[in-house]
C-alpha cells in the first residue's frame, strides 16, 4: 500500500485575493459614492432655499407688497420646489443695507441626510432686495 502523501497546490499563491480585493474596492467606492451624493444634495437644497428666499425678497420689496407677502411666496417656492418640510421656518423683515432700507426673508431648513452617517444641523440661509417704496 501507498502512503497517503500531502497534496500540494501548484497554483499561483494569490489565487483566490481577486475576491477579496473586490469586495474591498467595491465597499470603498460605494462609501465614496455616497458621501459625493450627500454633499451634492446639501449644496442643491441650499441652492434652492437660496433663490427661493431671494425671489420672495424681491416680491416683498415692491411697492404694493409687504415682507410676508414675500416671506409666503418664498414659502410656496421652497414647497414647489423641494418639500414642505423645508418650508415651515420662513421669516421676512425689513433691514438696513447700508442706509437703504431692504426686504430680507430668512429660512431655516433641516440638512438633507441620507443616513444616520451625515451631518446633523440646519440651513439657514438668506435672500435681500432693496424696497421699491423709498
Known sequence: ???HEAVRFRGPPDRGSAVVDFILVSALVTVLFLAVFQLGLALHVRNTLIACAAEGARLGARA??????GAA???DLIAASISPRFAGDVSAGVVDAGGVRAVAVWVRAPLPVLGPLGPQGRLRVIGRAFQESQ
Open 1 to 3: 500500500m501507498r502512503r
Open 73 to 75: 411666496r418664498a414659502r
Open 64 to 69: 404694493d407688497a409687504t415682507p410676508e407677502d
